[in-house]
């Protein structure tokens, strides 16, 4: 073989690093977008505003534009009734619904992206069709309804996007819907739509919030509670001062950790306890127990169908829970059947009725696995650790199984993520157990508050040697700060306008 012969000519030229790393960053932008996710009646508006003000007064943005997707409604199908604030609210609510049936459940965060993009376009660099300018902005978005939406616009803006849920007690909202003239009667069919309607182009308020970055959650009706929350998330998210997680922060964390150490076929349910000062005394998740104490876990050679690991996944591969409902349902009707009630042929509609049935659905007296509060409560008692005063941590609201063995535990109180259906906690321990902030009398349950578990690592972990200079503290100009992660305004566009393309295929939107 015959090498070529280089010469100077032929040689490539030399790449110079610096320049190729400072070009590259010259793309980024410090642009954020925050999205709001909240049930009805929690103050979004007030949140928003608060994320307005501070932003452009003590962070130096150029200016942060709230997109209220009500808008979107009202431009597509028509200006709702004014004068009657549930008349408004249904009508908006009816419209959503429609416009997310026509044109897909994620169609009213696809226009917010399109109002940004056109933002973007009036700010190209030196004129060039194809580079913008990276601008100081924010973009707050009013608010998502349904997980397809949230996706939609973590799709898009990636770590650039972050998600707050905006929660206050239920009395709150109740009396902020109140003053705008709405019955109970109304209050409760909104909270109810807004929360979890039975299709999937609905508003899934329910199912959407858990899956947030940071959890606000709003007990008074204090501006000044609101300011300071919004300014600590984003002395954060931007890198501002040295921030450290809360107690509850870590607590939660932990809980969420645990959570993945369960095989449970339903869902994976990680729980937490601290004492009064805050530390963490044990941890629990839900999985079968094994003869001899403790659940079963993995196995430590790494063998995935050992027989020593017999949790449902290795033992029938099924949901014993499920299993024993489909038993019961199969009984019922059969003895209806026996009595002459129902036509033989009949019986398999039947059946299927009874087990859509709420009441049998939400059974869960049969599963195998202990739950991840009674784990923890568990592993506490093992540690020896007194439990009087302390507080529970988990990641779901805890079953009505669950609450009497918390309240008989001594736990004062219990912070939970996500919503579960199933339980009837309040209902049949209604004389132990509160859902009421203010009532100290009783184990308040209350919605989680601060950093999501999946953002934990992301945002308090930070560079080696990122917050000292010459053995000081490095101190950073909020007005000049950049965000934890900022995105590339080369990859931006591209994105954005595959969900401008898309919109015009609709006709929602018009070239221009």
């Given at each position: 073989?015959?090498?070529?012969?280089?010469?100077?000519?032929?040689?490539?030229?030399?790449?110079?690093?610096?320049?190729?790393?400072?070009?590259?960053?010259?793309?980024?932008?410090?642009?954020?977008?925050?999205?709001?996710?909240?049930?009805?009646?929690?103050?979004?508006?007030?949140?928003?505003?608060?994320?307005?003000?501070?932003?452009?007064?003590?962070?130096?943005?150029?200016?942060?534009?709230?997109?209220?997707?009500?808008?979107?409604?009202?431009?597509?199908?028509?200006?709702?009734?004014?004068?009657?604030?549930?008349?408004?609210?249904?009508?908006?609510?009816?419209?959503?619904?429609?416009?997310?049936?026509?044109?897909?459940?994620?169609?009213?965060?696809?226009?917010?992206?399109?109002?940004?993009?056109?933002d973007?376009?009036?700010?190209?660099?030196?004129?060039?069709?194809?580079?913008?300018?990276?601008?100081?902005?924010?973009?707050?978005?009013?608010?998502?309804?349904?997980?397809?939406?949230?996706?939609?616009?973590?799709?898009?803006?990636?770590?650039m996007?972050?998600?707050?849920?905006?929660?206050?007690?239920?009395?709150?909202?109740?009396?902020?819907?109140?003053?705008?003239?709405?019955?109970?009667?109304?209050?409760?069919?909104?909270?109810?739509?807004?929360?979890?309607?039975?299709?999937?182009?609905?508003?899934?308020?329910?199912?959407?919030?858990?899956?947030?970055d940071?959890?606000?959650?709003?007990?008074?009706?204090?501006?000044?509670?609101?300011?300071?929350?919004?300014?600590r998330?984003?002395?954060?998210?931007?890198?501002?001062?040295?921030?450290?997680?809360?107690?509850?922060?870590?607590?939660?964390?932990?809980?969420?950790?645990?959570?993945?150490?369960?095989?449970?076929?339903?869902?994976?349910?990680?729980?937490?306890?601290?004492d009064?000062?805050?530390?963490?005394?044990?941890?629990?998740?839900?999985?079968?127990?094994?003869?001899?104490?403790?659940?079963?876990?993995?196995?430590?050679?790494?063998?995935?169908?050992?027989?020593?690991?017999?949790?449902?996944?290795?033992?029938?591969?099924?949901?014993?829970?499920?299993?024993?409902?489909?038993?019961?349902?199969?009984?019922?009707?059969?003895?209806?059947?026996?009595?002459?009630?129902?036509?033989?042929?009949?019986?398999?509609?039947?059946?299927?009725?009874?087990?859509?049935?709420?009441?049998?659905?939400?059974?869960?007296?049969?599963?195998?696995?202990?739950?991840?509060?009674?784990?923890?409560?568990?592993?506490?008692?093992?540690n020896?650790?007194?439990?009087?005063?302390?507080?529970?941590?988990?990641?779901?609201?805890?079953?009505?199984?669950?609450?009497?063995?918390?309240?008989?535990?001594?736990?004062?109180?219990?912070?939970?993520?996500?919503?579960?259906?199933?339980?009837?906690?309040?209902?049949?321990?209604?004389?132990?157990?509160?859902?009421?902030?203010?009532?100290?009398?009783?184990?308040?349950?209350?919605?989680?508050?601060?950093?999501?578990?999946?953002?934990?690592?992301?945002?308090?972990?930070?560079?080696r040697?990122?917050?000292?200079s010459?053995?000081?503290?490095?101190?950073?100009?909020?007005?000049?700060?950049?965000p934890?992660?900022?995105?590339?305004?080369?990859?931006?566009?591209?994105?954005?306008a595959?969900?401008?393309?898309?919109?015009?295929?609709?006709?929602?939107?018009?070239?221009?």
């Amino acid at each position: 073989m015959v090498k070529a012969k280089v010469t100077s000519a032929t040689k490539p030229a030399a790449v110079n690093k610096t320049d190729n790393i400072a070009e590259i960053k010259d793309t980024h932008t410090s642009q954020l977008v925050i999205a709001l996710c909240g049930p009805i009646g929690s103050p979004i508006p007030d949140v928003a505003q608060a994320f307005k003000q501070c932003l452009e007064k003590n962070f130096g943005y150029d200016y942060a534009e709230i997109l209220k997707l009500s808008r979107q409604i009202e431009k597509l199908s028509g200006p709702a009734p004014s004068g009657n604030a549930y008349e408004r609210v249904k009508y908006l609510i009816d419209k959503g619904d429609e416009l997310r049936g026509r044109h897909g459940a994620g169609v009213l965060a696809e226009l917010a992206v399109s109002e940004i993009a056109f933002d973007r376009q009036k700010h190209k660099k030196n004129n060039e069709p194809q580079r913008f300018e990276p601008r100081r902005v924010c973009h707050i978005v009013d608010s998502i309804k349904n997980q397809q939406e949230l996706d939609l616009l973590r799709l898009v803006y990636r770590d650039m996007v972050y998600v707050v849920g905006v929660y206050a007690p239920e009395s709150l909202r109740t009396t902020s819907l109140q003053q705008k003239g709405m019955s109970l009667k109304q209050i409760y069919t909104l909270i109810d739509r807004d929360s979890g309607e039975e299709f999937a182009h609905g508003q899934t308020v329910r199912d959407t919030f858990p899956n947030a970055d940071f959890f606000l959650r709003v007990d008074s009706s204090s501006g000044s509670q609101v300011n300071a929350r919004v300014e600590r998330f984003l002395d954060l998210i931007l890198g501002v001062k040295v921030m450290t997680p809360t107690y509850s922060e870590t607590a939660m964390y932990a809980a969420a950790s645990a959570a993945g150490n369960s095989a449970c076929l339903s869902r994976q349910v990680g729980a937490a306890i601290t004492d009064v000062h805050g530390n963490i005394i044990a941890t629990g998740w839900n999985d079968v127990p094994k003869f001899g104490g403790g659940l079963y876990a993995a196995d430590p050679n790494g063998d995935q169908k050992s027989d020593h690991d017999l949790r449902c996944w290795n033992k029938g591969a099924k949901c014993y829970n499920d299993d024993e409902k489909h038993l019961i349902a199969e009984l019922l009707v059969d003895e209806l059947a026996d009595a002459k009630a129902i036509t033989k042929s009949a019986k398999e509609k039947a059946k299927n009725a009874i087990l859509a049935n709420g009441k049998l659905r939400n059974l869960i007296e049969f599963s195998r696995s202990v739950h991840a509060e009674m784990h923890a409560i568990i592993n506490a008692g093992k540690n020896g650790a007194a439990l009087a005063g302390s507080k529970l941590f988990v990641t779901t609201y805890p079953c009505h199984s669950c609450a009497r063995h918390i309240v008989a535990a001594g736990i004062s109180e219990v912070y939970f993520i996500e919503p579960y259906r199933k339980s009837l906690a309040t209902k049949l321990h209604d004389d132990s157990i509160t859902e009421d902030e203010s009532d100290t009398k009783k184990v308040r349950v209350l919605p989680y508050d601060g950093v999501a578990p999946a953002r934990y690592l992301k945002l308090f972990r930070v560079p080696r040697d990122s917050r000292k200079s010459k053995g000081a503290l490095l101190t950073i100009d909020p007005r000049h700060s950049q965000p934890r992660f900022d995105k590339t305004l080369e990859a931006l566009p591209t994105l954005e306008a595959v969900v401008v393309k898309k919109l015009r295929e609709k006709n929602l939107i018009h070239a221009g």
